[in-house]
């Protein structure tokens, strides 16, 4: 069982960067792999980044690689999303959320958080 909650959204101006923050509950952190994905208006939601449970594997969606960095603190339950020249198409509310394999969080995760709106301003 794992409770999440995202935090560091907000208003940045194209080019600009943010760090999305999610902190986890449970002392089996660690047993998790890591993902977070988003949602525009009127769009489906979509994936963006997942992290291993150690912390060693990440993978991106095509549309965000080379721009955002996914990582964790497994000493403080945290999960992080860098996200570096930002445009008006990132636009969204972010979510993270945690399954037991990174394959599962990328597609059907078990835990969401609440999500937090990134607005990128041309």
């Known amino acids: 069982q794992v409770s999440l909650v995202e935090s560091g959204g907000g208003l940045v101006q194209a080019g600009g960067s943010l760090r999305l923050s999610c902190a986890a509950s449970g002392r089996t952190f660690g047993s998790y792999a890591m993902g977070w994905f988003r949602q525009a208006p009127g769009k489906e939601r979509e994936f963006v980044a997942r992290i291993s449970r150690s912390g060693g594997a990440t993978y991106y969606a095509d549309s965000v690689k080379g721009r955002f960095t996914v990582s964790r603190d497994n000493a403080k339950n945290t999960v992080y999303l860098q996200m570096n020249s930002l445009n008006p198409e990132d636009t969204a509310i972010y979510y993270c959320?945690?399954?037991?394999?990174?394959?599962?969080?990328?597609?059907?995760?078990?835990?969401w958080g609440q999500g937090t709106q990134v607005t990128v301003s041309s």
């Open positions: 959320a945690a399954d037991t394999s990174p394959a599962l969080v990328a597609r059907t995760p078990a835990y």
